[in-house]
């Protein structure tokens, strides 16, 4: 049975890269659900409108009491606003590292992301089999 959670926290990170892409870094944690924190790294293609593609992705998630795991994007997308620096980010990514309980290698996360110049907020959701 997949675990879903609302998550936020904040932009840690916000950089344009040499090789022009687009690259946040969001560190934050479950709203209800306490001891479980989230880490996500996204990159994206620069000068592109409308919804683009996510070049690059990892999402890190640790339960105090059921493990960690780590994962690499399969799939997702990015609607930045240039006016206002904000982002909505839908994404999946599999599970390639756990330990614990959290999940099963091989596991899907999703999530769909409102990102802000500061701050972030959305839905995280945890397993099923990615194949």
Not at 7 to 31: I, T
Not at 47 to 76: C, D, F, M, P, W
């Amino acid at each position: 049975m997949p675990d879903g959670w609302r998550v936020e926290g904040e932009v840690s990170e916000r950089e344009e890269l040499l090789d022009g892409r687009f690259q946040v870094v969001l560190d934050g944690a479950a709203e209800e659900a306490p001891g479980i924190e989230v880490s996500w790294t996204l990159v994206w293609l620069l000068g592109r409108q409308g919804e683009v593609s996510l070049s690059e992705g990892y999402v890190t998630v640790v339960e105090a009491e059921r493990g960690e795991l780590n994962a690499s994007l399969e799939a997702g997308t990015v609607l930045a606003g240039d006016e206002t620096g904000a982002a909505q980010v839908r994404a999946s990514f599999a599970v390639d590292a756990v330990d614990g309980t959290l999940a099963a290698e091989g596991d899907r996360v999703t999530c769909d992301l409102e990102v802000g110049v500061e701050q972030w907020a959305g839905e995280l959701r945890v397993g099923g089999d990615a194949t």
